[in-house]
């Protein structure tokens, strides 16, 4: 075999061969290095949300440990929502995305135990993981950094309306996953306040990885 068939590594032994007929580099899977880590996905479905929800009122947050092994990246969120009582007026309605940091939520009900995609993963790594029953989640001590990024929104108001069929709303792939380092979570908040009247669910599954 010649020089231009092979790439020799540190040790001196062939690293990379190249098919003699077709001229392409001869590959294989890889293991992903997860670092000790896993992947993991959880889902987060609030309970009845009231009337007149707040602007930025937080209906879910996730946060990093306060000294992890390892880093979280998230790698795809999925949601829906739809009304169960009918919203009064027909307006704009959605949620964003913000991170925060220096506490947990709190309030609502914990999602603290994620489904693993391979058993043989540790537990999760993440503090606390919180989504709201009916009212929205309580900020004490919590610092949002000011950067929001929406990512549903609709005009709908009617029972079983707004946007359905959990669609992604985000996904890696379009720029890189989002990391949270130690302390520091992700939160969903509330676009624009709602009607006095009308009550609806929000559905959410989110993936992500800690390596």
Known sequence: MS?????????????????????????????????????????????????ALAVDAPVFGMREAAAPLRNVYILRVQAAFS?????????????????????????????NVPMRHDTTYPATELQDIRVSTTAALTAAGVTFDGFKVPFMGWTANAAGSGVQDMPV?????????????AGEGLSVRNLIVWP????????????????
């Open 196 to 211: 006095a009247a009308g009550t609806g669910v929000l559905t959410m599954r989110w993936t992500w990885e800690e390596r």
């Open 3 to 51: 020089l231009l068939q092979k790439i020799l590594g540190g040790d001196g032994t062939s690293q990379l061969e190249v098919d003699s007929d077709w001229k392409s580099a001869r590959v294989s899977e890889y293991p992903r290095e997860l670092n000790g880590g896993g992947i993991y996905c959880v889902r987060a479905t609030t309970g009845v949300l009231a009337a």
């Open 83 to 111: 009304w169960v009582v009918a919203a009064t007026a027909l307006q704009q309605f959605g949620f964003y995305f913000e991170r925060f940091s220096a506490a947990n939520l709190a309030g609502g009900t914990a999602a």
């Open 169 to 181: 709303v985000f996904d890696h792939s379009e720029g890189g996953p989002i990391r949270l380092r």
